[in-house]
C-alpha cells in the first residue's frame, strides 16, 4: 500500500484500516465497520459458529477464506468429541470453508504457515487470532457470532483503537527470547494495557525478530487486552513464507517513515533479561532470578505463545545428551503437523525423547485445560500465554509462563532457574530455509454444487442456539453474583477437561457457569429468573469464547454492571443481548451488594438513546454503538436479524 | 534348564512351574504356590497396590525387581493424576521399586525391552502380564493384591493349568501378521478356550516370528483367557536381547524334544488370511475380506497387542507418500520410549506425520478408553486386544479389532480393506540390528537406607484401603444384579477417562459400577447392604483391575454366583472377601430372578469344609483352595494376615 494521496504520514495500523474501512469514521472510541478477508474458528468455538450460520441460513461463506481448526477439545474422552468432528467437517464442506482436523495442529501457527497473507483482515473466534498480525495482517480475536456474520458477508464491527506504538531497538542477548519481550510488555502495562489499543511494532530491532518470533509477541498481546498487534510485513516475513513455499503471497507493508503514533512506547532489546509470570495473572511478571529455586514438578513447551519450530530446538539442543530432572514431568507439545515433521527430520524429537521428555500430540492441549493438569500447588512452568486461576484444570493450581530457554533451565534442574545460570553455551538455532510444509490433510471447501447437497451430522450432543428474548422496559433483578477486577473468561464458562466435550450444548454446559468463583450460582441464577452480575475492571479478560455470554444469558443473566470490560466479552455480551453497564462513579461499586435487588425502569429507551441509568441511586452507563443497542434491545444478533426478515 | 533327572520329558511350562514350585502339586485343578522373580504393576493398579504395601507394612520389595508402570492414566485432566504420580513415584522410592514415569510407554513391551529375562517368573497386575511369555518367562496377570503379596515374598497361588502345545507350522504369508495369528486361536477357541490353561507354541515356524511378534501372540492369550502364554527362548529372543544391549540376559529355554501336552493344536501360518474380530468381543473373528467395504471413521495402531517397531513401520510404509482417507481420523500411540525413538530415527514419524496421521503420546490411551472415543455407531479399527462394549469410552461404540496391516489398508481406503486387495507391494519391514535403548527416564530403587527416609507423598486424592468384615454364618441376600455370559471387569468397574482418575480412592469409584449395565446398581447395593449378583459364564473376564472386587464388596456385595468365572477375577473376589459360588446344574441360573431374595445358613462350615451350599433349593459349590477358603471367611486376605498377625 503506498502512501495515501492527500493526507499525511500514516502507521501501519491506519492503513490496515483504511484499506477495509466500510463503514464509521476512524477517531479513537468510534465504531468502525471493517470488511472482513478471512474468518478462523476453533472447535471450542467452532459448532456454535456452525448452529449461528445454520440460523442465519447462509448458503456459503463470503470471506475470501475461512478455516476451521480441531485443536482445542483433543482428549476425546467419550462419543461426544468425535461428534463435533463430523458436525464440524460437514459444516465445512455444507458452507464453503477449509477443515483442519485434529493432528493438524494449533490454529494460529497453522494458519500463518498455509494461509496468511500480508495486508489481510482476519476475524477469529480465538482471542489469539491477532498472532496473524506477525505477518502483517489486521487480524481480530471476536466472539463467534461475529465471525460468523464476517462470514456471511457483514462487516466486522469494532471501536477504533488507540494506535499504540511500541519502537523496538538493539538485540536479544543470549538467553533472551521473544517470549521475554512481551512478559516485559506485560510487566510495564499488565493485563489490561492495551484495551482499546492497537499494538504497532517498528523500529531498528525488528529486523532481528523472526515471522515467527513476531508471532510470539503479536500473540500475547491478547494478555494485554488489546485489540490486535500489527508488524511490518519485510524481508522476514518473506523469509517466512519462502520457507512454506508461499513467497508470491508477500506483500511489503510498513508505516509511513514519519508516521505517528497516539501513544508510544519503547523496548532496548539488549536490556531484557529472562523473564516470568508469577502464578495467577500473566501480568504478574518478575525477572526469573527474583524466583530462582522455586521446585518445578511439571514444564510445560508449546501452544500459540511459543509455536515456532526455533521454540522447540532451543529446548531440543540444551537437552541434548542431558536428562531431565527425575522429579521434572517434560511434556513437549508440538504445535503444528509441520512442526512436528521438522523436529523429527532434525533429530530433536529423538534428542527431546532420550533426555526424558514426554511428546503430545499436535494442539493446545494444557493451555486450554485440555490435560496436562498440575498437582495442587506444584509449580508448573509452562511456555503458554495464560495462567489464570484454575485453568490448568487444578483448582488451586501454581502455574508460571516463561521462555523456552527457561522452561528448558527448569527440567533440567529441577527449580525454576534462569537460563544464564546454567553455563551452557547458548544453543545456535535457526529456522531452516525450507520447511515441511504439508497441504494434504487440510481439506479444501467442496465445489457449491457439491457443498449444497451436504446434509448437516449432527449427533444428539450437538445441541440448537437458545432462543432469546427482547429487553423488557422494566426489571427487578437480583445481583446474584459480585466479583472483583480481572475476572476472566476462563472464570465465568470454564474450558478445561471436564467442560469444553459440551461445547456444542449450552444447557449442558451451564452447570459449570462461574464454577471456580461461586458453584452455586447456576443453581441460584436459574431459580432466580432475571437477574444482574456485578463485575470489578476488565471483566471478562481472555478468551474469546462467546459462551461466557451465551451460558449466563441461558441462566437469565440480563444485565452487567461493571467499572469496566475487556473489549471481546463485551462485544459477546452485547450479541446475546445482555445488557453491559459500567459505573459513571466506579466507587458506587461498593454500593451494590450480591443479593440487593435492583429495579431499572425505563431501559428500552435508556438503550436506545444512550442516555444513562439509574438503579439504586446508582448511575450507570454503557458504551453501545447504535448498531448494538438494537441487538440488545431485540434480545440479541440473531433474534435482531431474523426480526428484520420477518419485517 | 536342562531335562529333569529320573522322569519323562517335560514341555517348557512345566519346566519353568517345577523351577519356581514352592507349594502345591503340578495336577491341572490343584492349587500350587510360585516363587515370584520379578513384579509388574501400572498406574491404574499401582496405587492400590501401594496402599496394600503400605498396609501390610512392607520395608522394602523381595522380589529380583518389581516396575511401576505409568501408562494407563494419561489424560491428566484434573489434579488427581498427577497427585497420583507423585504418591505411585514416593512408594516407588520407599519399596524399592523401578519407577517409570508417564512418557516412558505401555508396560508390557517397556518390560520386556528393558527388564524381561528368559526363565524368570513374573506377577503383575494387569492381565496383558503374559506378553513376557514371549521372552520364555512364566508371567501371570493377577490382582493389584497377589502382586502386593509377591513383592512382600510370599508366593503366588495359582490354580495349576492344562498345559495346550499349540504347534506352528508354515510360515506368514504376505499381509498377514502376527495378530492374525491369535485372532485365528480366537476363531477357533472363543474368549474362554484358554481358560486353566497355559498356552505353550512350539514347531517349526517358531524361528520364523520375532520376539515381538511373540509378544503379539503372547498378549493376547489373556483374551482366551488362558493363566499364560509362553515361547521358548531362542535365537530369537538372542536378537531381540541383544538389539537392546542385554544380550548377556539370554537363556535358552525349549520343551524337551519328546514333551507332550494335556491338550494339542496347530496352526499352519501358510494357510492364515487376514482377520478381523468384529464389535463387542475378541471373541468375534471373521475373515476381513466378510467385513470388506464398511465405512471407517477412525484407525488406531498402538496398544500392547501390537507394540512393535514392525508394526508400525508397516504401517508408516504403506502410507508413505499418500495420504490418510479425508473421512478417517488415523492415530498412532508409540508404545513405548524407544519404539518413539526408533520411529523418529527411521523417518516413520515423519512419513506418517506427511500421510496425515496423528501421533499422540506413548502409552495406552484409547485401548484403556482413556481418549480416543469413537463416535456413536461409527466403525473404528484398532489393533488393540480388546473391544468389549462401550470400554472405548462410547456407550455404542462400534470397534474392530485386527493387524496393523488391516488397519492401515482402512485407513487408506476409509471402509474395512482386506490388505492383499490394494494391490500395494508387502512393505519389507524388519526391526533393526540394534535399537534406542533409553535407559535414562527409569529411575531406579534407592538405596534402603535413603529409602526408609522417604514419606509417601498421599494428596487428598488418594483414599485408603475399606475396612472388610469376616464372612457372617448366616446371610439374607437380595440379588440386587443378574446379567448374561462374558461379563468383563470393563463392564463390571469401567476405566476410561471418566471413572479411572479415582483409582486410587474407592468411595469416589463405586458411583462407576456396572454403569454400562445398569447404572442404578451403586444406589440400590448401598440401599441393600449385603448382597448378591448372579452371572453367567465366564463372568469377570478381561483386565485384572481388583477394582472389579474391592469396589462392589464396599457397596456391601458378599457372594457372587455364576455358571463360572474368569481366573483373575475369581481370584480377586477371594483376595476381598466375596464367596464366588458356581452352579453345580448350570440350569439353576434361571432359578434365580433378580430382586429375589436368598437365605444362605452355615455359610462358614461350608466355605471352611468345601462342602455344597444350598440357597432356595439350588445347589452351588466353590473351588477356593484352604487358604482362599481361610481369607474368604477373615473377610478378604488383608484382614487375614492382619488378624493373623494379632493372633
Redesign the interface.
Given at each position: 500500500m503506498a502512501r495515501a494521496e492527500g493526507r499525511g504520514p500514516v502507521n501501519l495500523a491506519q492503513k490496515l484500516i483504511s484499506a477495509h474501512l466500510v463503514g464509521g469514521e476512524m477517531r479513537p472510541g468510534e465504531e468502525i465497520g471493517l470488511r472482513i478477508d478471512q474468518a478462523l474458528i476453533q472447535d471450542a468455538t467452532g459448532t456454535m459458529v456452525m448452529l449461528e450460520l445454520e440460523a442465519l441460513g447462509l448458503d456459503r461463506v463470503r470471506t475470501e477464506l475461512a478455516a476451521q481448526y480441531v485443536d482445542h477439545n483433543l482428549?476425546?474422552?467419550?462419543?461426544r468429541?468425535?461428534?463435533d468432528?463430523?458436525f464440524l467437517r460437514s459444516a465445512c464442506q455444507r458452507y464453503g470453508i477449509w477443515y483442519s482436523?485434529?493432528?493438524n495442529g494449533v490454529s494460529h501457527p497453522t494458519h500463518m504457515q498455509y494461509f496468511g497473507v500480508p495486508g489481510k483482515t482476519m476475524a477469529g473466534a480465538d482471542s489469539h487470532t491477532c498472532a496473524a498480525g506477525s505477518l502483517g495482517m489486521l487480524a481480530i480475536g471476536v466472539g463467534g457470532l461475529e465471525v460468523a456474520m464476517a462470514m456471511a458477508g457483514q462487516p466486522l464491527y469494532v471501536t477504533m483503537p488507540r494506535i499504540w506504538g511500541v519502537r523496538l531497538t538493539g538485540e536479544l542477548p543470549d538467553w533472551v527470547s521473544a517470549k521475554d519481550v512481551i512478559l516485559e510488555l506485560l510487566r510495564r502495562q499488565g493485563v489490561s494495557g492495551g484495551v482499546h489499543k492497537i499494538i504497532e511494532y517498528h523500529g531498528p530491532a525488528l529486523g532481528t525478530l523472526s515471522a515467527m518470533d513476531r508471532h510470539v509477541i503479536a500473540n500475547m498481546g491478547a494478555e494485554l487486552g488489546a485489540t490486535t498487534s500489527v508488524f511490518p510485513s519485510d524481508e522476514r516475513v518473506l523469509e517466512f513464507l519462502d520457507a512454506q513455499g508461499r513467497a508470491g503471497d508477500h506483500v511489503e507493508l510498513a508505516a509511513d517513515p514519519d508516521a505517528g503514533y497516539d501513544l508510544q512506547d519503547e523496548i532496548d532489546l539488549s536490556a531484557l533479561e529472562p523473564l516470568i509470570a508469577r502464578p495467577g495473572s500473566p501480568g504478574n511478571v518478575v525477572p526469573v532470578l527474583e524466583a530462582a529455586g522455586e521446585p518445578v514438578?511439571?514444564v510445560v513447551v508449546g501452544s500459540s505463545a511459543n509455536p515456532g519450530l526455533r521454540d522447540f530446538l532451543v529446548v531440543a539442543e540444551m537437552l541434548r545428551a542431558r536428562?531431565?530432572h527425575?522429579q521434572v514431568?517434560l511434556?513437549i507439545n508440538p504445535t503444528s503437523?509441520q512442526i512436528?515433521?521438522d523436529l523429527?527430520?532434525s533429530?530433536a524429537?529423538?534428542a527431546l525423547?532420550?533426555?526424558?521428555?514426554?511428546?503430545?500430540?499436535?494442539g493446545c492441549l494444557g493451555c486450554i485445560g485440555?490435560?496436562?493438569?498440575?498437582?495442587?500447588g506444584?509449580n508448573s512452568l509452562r511456555t503458554f500465554p495464560r495462567n489464570f486461576p484454575g485453568r490448568s484444570?487444578?483448582?488451586?493450581?501454581s502455574v508460571w509462563l516463561c521462555s523456552p530457554e527457561t522452561a528448558a533451565a527448569a527440567a533440567l534442574t529441577g527449580a525454576i532457574t534462569d537460563p544464564r545460570a546454567l553455563g551452557l553455551e547458548y544453543p545456535d538455532v535457526r529456522p531452516p530455509r525450507t520447511v515441511?510444509a504439508?497441504t494434504?490433510?487440510l481439506?479444501p471447501p467442496l465445489p457449491i454444487e457439491r457443498a449444497r447437497q451436504v446434509a448437516l451430522v449432527k449427533?444428539d450432543s450437538i445441541g440448537s442456539l437458545p432462543e432469546l428474548d427482547p429487553l423488557p422496559d422494566s426489571l427487578t433483578l437480583p445481583i446474584v453474583l459480585k466479583v472483583g477486577d480481572d475476572v476472566s473468561t476462563d472464570e465465568i464458562m470454564p474450558a478445561?477437561?471436564?467442560a469444553l466435550p459440551y461445547r456444542s450444548n449450552i444447557a449442558a454446559l451451564a452447570g459449570f457457569a462461574f464454577g471456580q468463583i461461586d458453584e452455586t450460582y447456576p443453581e441460584r441464577a436459574r431459580a432466580a429468573g432475571p437477574h444482574a452480575i456485578v463485575g470489578g475492571r476488565n471483566y471478562g479478560q481472555g478468551s474469546s469464547r462467546e459462551h461466557a455470554a451465551i451460558v449466563p444469558r441461558h441462566l437469565g443473566l440480563r444485565v452487567v454492571i461493571a467499572k469496566s470490560f475487556a473489549r471481546i466479552h463485551w462485544q459477546n455480551l452485547a450479541n446475546f443481548g445482555v445488557l453491559a453497564l459500567e459505573f459513571a462513579d466506579e466507587a458506587d461499586y461498593d454500593r451494590l451488594a450480591a443479593g440487593a435487588e435492583l429495579r431499572l425502569d425505563g431501559l428500552r429507551e435508556a438503550v436506545e438513546t444512550g442516555s444513562e441509568i439509574t438503579a439504586d441511586g446508582v448511575l450507570l452507563r454503557h458504551r453501545l454503538s447504535p448498531r448494538q443497542r438494537a441487538m440488545v434491545l431485540a434480545g440479541g444478533w440473531i433474534p435482531q436479524v431474523r426480526s428484520a426478515v420477518h419485517r
Open positions: 482428549l476425546q474422552s467419550d462419543e468429541n468425535m461428534a468432528h463430523l482436523p485434529p493432528g514438578h511439571q536428562q531431565v527425575p514431568s511434556e503437523r512436528l515433521a523429527a527430520k533429530g524429537i529423538t525423547v532420550e533426555a526424558g521428555a514426554r511428546i503430545h500430540q499436535t485440555m490435560g496436562q493438569a498440575p498437582a495442587v506444584r484444570g487444578t483448582r488451586d493450581d515441511s504439508i494434504g490433510p481439506q449427533a478445561g477437561a471436564r
